[in-house]
Structure formats: structure tokens, C-alpha cells
């Protein structure tokens, strides 16, 4: 019998690793993922700890269409604009 495995799993997993975070306006941010609303603090990072998904990258980078747009230090996306978050395979 295989392991189900929950969202909040996914996202302790990823934690630190480079993500893709798909918005609903179809932008893409792609940077390190150091925030879901988990009790977790990676290398000293402060962590939010509120329900609502809100998300926290470092080194982001936006893409539209496609296309790079700007880069980013630090990215706090609030969890509503977020349509879906996946590992960024080409870092």
C-alpha cells in the first residue's frame, strides 16, 4: 500500500529548493521556496506561520509568457494569486 501524500507534505519537502510558482494572472515566479503557512524554520529563515498559503521566495525571478521580466530579492505572493507551486527541475 503506497503512502498518500498531503499538500503540506509536498511543501515541507520543497522547502529551500528551487520552485516554480504559477499565478492566476498565468505569471510565473520562479525562485527558492522558503514559505508556506508551516511551522518550519530552514537555516534560520523566518517562517510565516498564518493559513493562507502565502509564499516567500528568494532570488525570484517573473516571467510572463514566457518571457523574463525582472528579478527579485525577496517575493512575499499572497496565496489567493497562487494557482499552483511545482519544483523548478532546471536549476
Not at 520552485?19 to 510565516?48: H, M, Q, T
Request: include cysteine.
Amino acid at each position: 500500500m503506497s503512502h498518500k501524500q498531503t499538500p503540506r507534505d509536498f511543501l515541507k519537502l520543497i522547502i529551500g529548493r528551487p520552485v516554480v510558482v504559477k499565478l492566476n494572472s498565468g505569471a510565473d515566479y520562479r525562485g527558492r521556496f522558503y514559505s508556506y503557512s508551516l511551522n518550519y524554520c530552514p537555516e534560520g529563515v523566518l517562517i510565516s506561520l498564518d493559513g493562507y498559503m502565502n509564499v516567500v521566495l528568494e532570488q525570484t525571478e517573473e516571467y510572463v509568457d514566457g518571457q523574463l521580466k525582472n528579478k527579485y530579492g525577496d517575493t512575499f505572493i499572497r496565496g489567493n494569486n497562487v494557482f499552483y507551486i511545482s519544483t523548478e527541475k532546471r536549476w
